[in-house]
């Protein structure tokens, strides 16, 4: 069964408002997502040994084979995107209760939290993804991966939330400044309470 592009929760138009127009949207989904759905439907169709096994399965089986990284990088790719289009409101930017809470416990405050995400997202050189996890010790904790990797892969956590940091995904709202894309995204797109409904 071939994997496929999920719908957006919401209309191309309906962040634009909150600082995400509706050409990154549909260039971002309709195309970067499609084309790694696309590929990995590729791979899967001439690798026997991937077939029939899920999308987790593939981006933990593949992870770290330097053979099988167009793979894993197409199947991350997949899987972290199915993840960020959920981690995006039109109606962001607010943390609820029992979040705000956990920040406070784990990470000191809820600035210290937006400052550490922020080093994180600026500091992936390159393409990539700054994640915000509940680790296996049950805290919760700021991670970045390169490129398509995750925490799945790495088994650094749950994902509560996800910032794409690759450049398609902020150069047409932002063109090169990433750091006010990675603030934007924290005060008025990430969805807190999708993140706490993870917890
Ligand atoms: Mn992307």
């Given at each position: 069964?071939?994997?496929e592009l999920?719908?957006l929760p919401y209309?191309?138009?309906?962040?634009?408002?909150?600082?995400?127009?509706?050409?990154?949207?549909?260039?971002?989904h309709?195309?970067?997502?499609?084309?790694?759905?696309?590929?990995?439907n590729?791979f899967v169709?001439?690798?026997?040994?991937?077939?029939?096994?899920?999308?987790?399965?593939?981006?933990?089986s593949t992870?770290?084979?330097?053979d099988m990284?167009?793979?894993?990088?197409?199947?991350?790719?997949?899987?972290?995107?199915?993840?960020?289009?959920?981690?995006?409101?039109?109606?962001?930017?607010?943390?609820?209760?029992?979040l705000?809470k956990?920040?406070?416990?784990?990470?000191?405050?809820?600035?210290?939290?937006?400052?550490?995400?922020?080093?994180a997202?600026?500091?992936?050189?390159?393409?990539?993804?700054a994640?915000?996890?509940?680790?296996?010790?049950?805290?919760l904790?700021?991670?970045k991966?390169?490129?398509?990797?995750?925490?799945?892969a790495?088994?650094?956590?749950?994902?509560?939330l996800?910032?794409?940091?690759?450049?398609?995904?902020?150069?047409?709202?932002?063109?090169?400044r990433?750091?006010?894309y990675?603030?934007?995204?924290?005060?008025?797109?990430?969805?807190?309470?999708?993140?706490?409904?993870?917890?």
């Open positions: 069964m071939a994997f999920p719908p209309s191309t138009s309906a962040l634009a408002s909150a600082g995400m127009c509706q050409e990154t949207l549909e260039l971002h309709g195309k970067h997502h499609q084309a790694y759905v696309t590929a990995l590729g169709e001439k690798n026997p040994e991937l077939q029939g096994k899920s999308l987790e399965e593939i981006v933990k992870y770290n084979k330097a990284a167009p793979v894993f990088n197409n199947a991350g790719q997949h899987w972290n995107h199915i993840l960020f289009w959920q981690h995006l409101s039109p109606t962001g930017g607010k943390i609820p209760g029992k705000e956990k920040i406070k416990e784990d990470l000191g405050s809820v600035d210290a939290f937006k400052e550490a995400f922020k080093a997202a600026i500091g992936q050189f390159g393409s990539g993804w994640w915000l996890v509940l680790a296996p010790d049950g805290k904790k700021i991670t991966t390169p490129n398509g990797s995750n925490p799945l790495t088994g650094e956590g749950e994902v509560l996800a910032l794409d940091v690759w450049e398609h995904s902020y150069y047409l709202d932002f063109r090169n990433r750091p006010d990675i603030t934007n995204f924290l005060e008025k797109l990430a969805n807190y309470e999708f993140a706490e409904s993870r917890l």
